[in-house]
């Protein structure tokens, strides 16, 4: 079982924070998906502020469209 998403918060463009369950927390730099297919859609004023976990799947998502895995933003703490 993975961690799980539990806080999510905008920090900036492209870049959000995230704390897990199991009390990793950190910064992910999303700047590569910008002006990607959907990811487009951060282009638009205060989309990417609405930044929120899913509670279905607990995907880090910003609308029904515009989600990421969860497991993959957790590898990604660190990283950046």
């Given at each position: 079982?993975?961690?799980?998403p539990?806080?999510?918060?905008?920090?900036?463009?492209?870049?959000?924070?995230?704390?897990?369950?199991?009390?990793?927390?950190?910064?992910v730099?999303l700047?590569?998906?910008?002006?990607?297919?959907?990811?487009?859609?951060?282009?638009?004023?205060?989309?990417f502020?609405?930044?929120?976990?899913?509670?279905?799947?607990?995907?880090?998502?910003?609308?029904?469209?515009?989600?990421l895995?969860?497991?993959?933003?957790?590898?990604?703490i660190?990283?950046?």
């Amino acid at each position: 079982m993975f961690a799980i998403p539990i806080k999510v918060k905008a920090i900036e463009p492209y870049k959000i924070w995230v704390a897990f369950d199991d009390g990793k927390e950190g910064f992910v730099d999303l700047s590569n998906l910008k002006n990607k297919g959907i990811f487009n859609e951060w282009n638009k004023e205060g989309i990417f502020d609405k930044v929120y976990i899913n509670s279905e799947t607990y995907a880090i998502a910003w609308n029904e469209e515009i989600e990421l895995c969860p497991n993959s933003v957790y590898q990604k703490i660190g990283r950046n």
